[in-house]
């Protein structure tokens, strides 16, 4: 299905969520990352507590593989191929949405990846060039690019589609930022059609995807002061899979970040970190010090997630056209 | 800002400067008397050096500077907003509204329109291909839709060009202060500021703002400026700071201390912190390796300068 035939059955979507509500859970939400940051004995003096969409995910996995990664004074491995897919699939919907459309995806991507100076993966890429890691990369981003441009094209203008849109919170008089990068926004308050949160997925679909959209939903909404309309997952070769956003997919997500804030100051805190073994052990940084990781697999078990996320600025109070 | 107070920002200047760097940088006799020399000796101290929390790498700063996406934004997005409010009717019927959807094709006429860009800019555009120039598009739409979603779209609004970096000569000295300035509005109180930024900490955003005062007021003796105004879209938040003397004098304080730091490098102290792991310096500085708890030189590698890690990233000062 083409996004912008999604769209037009979007286009009678009405914000669920009144300003009252969202103020209220605004407040809820404030209250109680004050209380968990005063509970966890973090120093106020190291700065603000970071909680982004990848710690989160992060912390989903493994405890003990998040803070070691945070801890972390030399480079992160370099990116697999089903990491540098994630980027390229973010890259390709972005070119086609602003440019109109892809003519081969190897040199599209090469392109577009020097324009954003990220030569970490232009280097990966030429290290696969003539390897198997090379052709299976060149195979999957063909296919990424052919779906891409078979559901984004013809996007009509009116959405104002914007990509690798930042959105961040501060709470708890600032010692808490909340960070995401959403990788499509559609609509919204400032133009003629309901807001659409988009996340771009190159992988399997898994249900932490949904909490991750949730998670947007909430973040881009405590933004703009107004919650989007819809917020959907998109897979390659698939429909958007969208949610209606009501308070109650807010509160779902506001849940689900109070227990990660409530995590992450514990373990800022000093408090041991616990190790959950899974495919993620592949790329762990500790993997080789740990009981409880399984025989590592190379790091090509799954994409990490979609990259470091910018962080930006807390909020201040008092609102008002400049 | 009265006049007054812009002479008296200017001696505080004047004198602090004074004080620290001495006959160092200092035009007519004694300086620098040609150009070349001039260029040479010049100190030039841009708004994000004053945000660097640690001496000794604002002594000395990174030369590491790359035209990307990330880096161009900022610029390329002020040639499309002039053009979109250029486009508006002289006189808009009420309610008139800057079309977001119209931010593609007005990117791509931009792209189309050499004549308004700033030479290395432009040089770099046309070097990158079609699907790079996208890339390089779709990051301009997004910081322009942030804008135009915190600012709304006032017609008075004049964005700054590009072509002319908000620099200004310290009178009398080799000394060049730069600040980010991104649009300007003229009220009956006076002119009004526009900063867009990222910058995390309230007081790194005080010194932004007191950066762009100074140099649009006291360096410049030009303008009144009323208030300054920061925008920071990732937090949907505007941020205004009236124009009095403890603004202006923390500006003033900030770039004393810092030409202080960059001409006297070898006293500047380090300040070990989670950002040593990025630092160009790192190499060199024992207190930053044992710090990350490492020889010096082990962690220098592809990311040395290049912050990876959101939580280093709070003191970045401003988002282009």
């Known amino acids: 299905m083409r996004v912008n035939d999604w769209l037009v059955e979007l286009l009678s979507s009405e914000p669920q969520v009144r300003r009252e509500e969202l103020s209220e859970l605004r407040d809820a939400i404030d209250a109680e990352a004050t209380s968990l940051l005063d509970a966890s004995g973090v120093p106020v003096d190291d700065g603000p507590v970071v909680v982004s969409k990848s710690r989160l995910a992060q912390l989903d996995r493994c405890e003990r593989s998040t803070v070691a990664s945070w801890e972390a004074t030399t480079p992160p491995e370099p990116p697999s191929v089903s990491a540098l897919a994630g980027r390229a699939l973010d890259h390709f919907v972005a070119q086609v949405l602003v440019g109109g459309r892809l003519r081969e995806s190897s040199h599209d991507l090469r392109a577009a990846l020097v324009a954003h100076g990220d030569h970490e993966a232009l280097g990966r890429i030429d290290e696969w060039e003539g390897g198997d890691d090379g052709v299976e990369f060149d195979r999957c981003i063909d296919g990424l690019a052919a779906a891409v441009l078979d559901a984004w094209t013809g996007v009509d203008p009116s959405w104002a589609p914007r990509t690798q849109v930042p959105a961040v919170t501060a709470l708890a008089g600032g010692r808490l930022r909340v960070s995401g990068v959403v990788d499509v926004e559609l609509g919204g308050p400032h133009t003629t059609r309901p807001g659409v949160v988009v996340e771009v997925k190159s992988g399997a679909a898994a249900a932490s995807h949904r909490h991750e959209t949730y998670l947007y939903g909430l973040l881009v909404a405590l933004r703009d002061g107004t919650a989007p309309a819809v917020v959907a997952q998109w897979y390659p070769g698939t429909a958007p899979a969208g949610v209606a956003v009501t308070i109650g997919v807010l509160e779902a997500a506001a849940e689900r970040l109070l227990a990660g804030v409530r995590q992450w100051s514990r373990l800022l805190a000093g408090a041991p970190p616990s190790a959950s073994p899974g495919v993620w052990c592949g790329w762990c940084r500790v993997q080789e010090d740990c009981d409880v990781a399984p025989v590592a697999d190379g790091g090509k078990a799954v994409a990490v997630g979609d990259g470091d996320e910018a962080e930006y600025t807390p909020e201040v109070e008092g609102e008002q056209p400049w | ?320």
Do not use: K, N
Request: glycine content about 8%; overall charge positive; proline content about 8%.
């Open chain 2, 1 to 320: 800002m009265v006049s007054s107070a812009a002479t008296r920002v200017a001696a505080r200047l004047e004198a602090g400067l004074d004080e620290v760097l001495g006959d160092a940088h200092r035009r007519g006799p004694g300086g620098p008397g040609r150009s070349a020399d001039l260029r040479r000796d010049r100190l030039v101290i841009r708004s994000h050096d004053l945000l660097e929390p640690c001496p000794r790498r604002a002594s000395r700063p990174a030369d590491d500077y790359e035209d990307r996406v990330v880096t161009t934004r900022r610029r390329v997005g002020l040639l499309v907003l002039r053009r979109l409010w250029g486009e508006a009717p002289p006189v808009p019927p009420r309610g008139w509204r800057v079309d977001p959807g119209a931010l593609g094709p007005t990117v791509r006429a931009v792209f189309d329109t050499p004549d308004v860009w700033p030479l290395q800019l432009w040089e770099w555009t046309r070097s990158l291909d079609q699907a790079g120039r996208a890339a390089l598009a779709a990051g301009v739409v997004t910081w322009c839709d942030g804008v135009i979603r915190l600012v709304g779209t006032a017609r008075d609004v004049s964005w700054c060009d590009p072509s002319l970096p908000i620099r200004r000569d310290v009178p009398g000295r080799a000394v060049g202060l730069a600040a980010t300035l991104d649009a300007t509005r003229r009220t009956m109180e006076g002119e009004r500021l526009l900063v867009v930024t990222g910058a995390a900490s309230p007081t790194a955003r005080r010194v932004l703002a007191g950066q762009a005062v100074l140099v649009r007021t006291a360096v410049a003796r030009r303008d009144r400026v009323a208030r300054v105004t920061l925008a920071m879209p990732p937090s949907g938040q505007l941020e205004h700071h009236v124009v009095d003397d403890a603004l202006l004098d923390l500006a003033v304080d900030r770039v004393v201390e810092h030409a202080a730091l960059r001409v006297r490098p070898d006293d500047a102290p380090p300040r070990p912190s989670r950002s040593c792991v990025h630092c160009h310096l790192l190499d060199e500085c024992d207190a930053g390796s044992e710090h990350l708890g490492c020889r010096p030189g082990v962690v220098a590698g592809p990311a040395a300068g290049r912050p990876v890690d959101d939580q280093d990233r709070r003191h970045q000062g401003t988002s282009t």
